[in-house]
């Protein structure tokens, strides 16, 4: 069982950065595929990036492309996830969520979970 916690997530105004971090207790997350996803009041969760085990593979969804970055120090266990020029539609509470086999945009493909941490975007 791994068990994941994030952090970093706050209240920011709208142009504004903020870097988020997951990392596993007692585990070490250099072998599992990671995705960010997030879910905002009475919406689905959606996919907001992921990296490869390797560290050298990522994607990202469209409306994150170019704003958000996702990076891994597979010596040091957390990945981060870097969001800049934020906007009030980026609200939501952001998850990380780890698997050994699957690289996907796909939720239902990650089998490790973490609790989520509260992403604001004032305008």
């Known amino acids: 069982q791994v068990q994941l916690v994030e952090s970093g997530g706050e209240l920011v105004q709208a142009g504004g950065s903020l870097r988020l971090s997951c990392a596993a207790s007692e585990h070490s997350l250099s072998t599992y595929n990671m995705g960010w996803f997030r879910q905002a009041p009475g919406k689905a969760r959606e996919f907001v990036t992921a990296?490869?085990?390797?560290?050298?593979?990522?994607m990202y969804a469209d409306s994150v492309k170019g704003r958000f970055s996702i990076g891994r120090d597979n010596a040091k266990n957390p990945v981060y996830l870097t969001m800049n020029r934020l906007k009030p539609e980026d609200t939501a509470v952001y998850y990380c969520?780890?698997?050994?086999?699957?690289?996907?945009?796909?939720?239902?493909?990650?089998?490790?979970w973490g609790q989520g941490t509260q992403v604001t975007v004032s305008s």
């Open positions: 969520a780890a698997d050994s086999r699957h690289y996907s945009q796909g939720p239902s493909r990650y089998i490790y």
């Open positions: 990296v490869r085990w390797t560290g050298d593979v990522t």
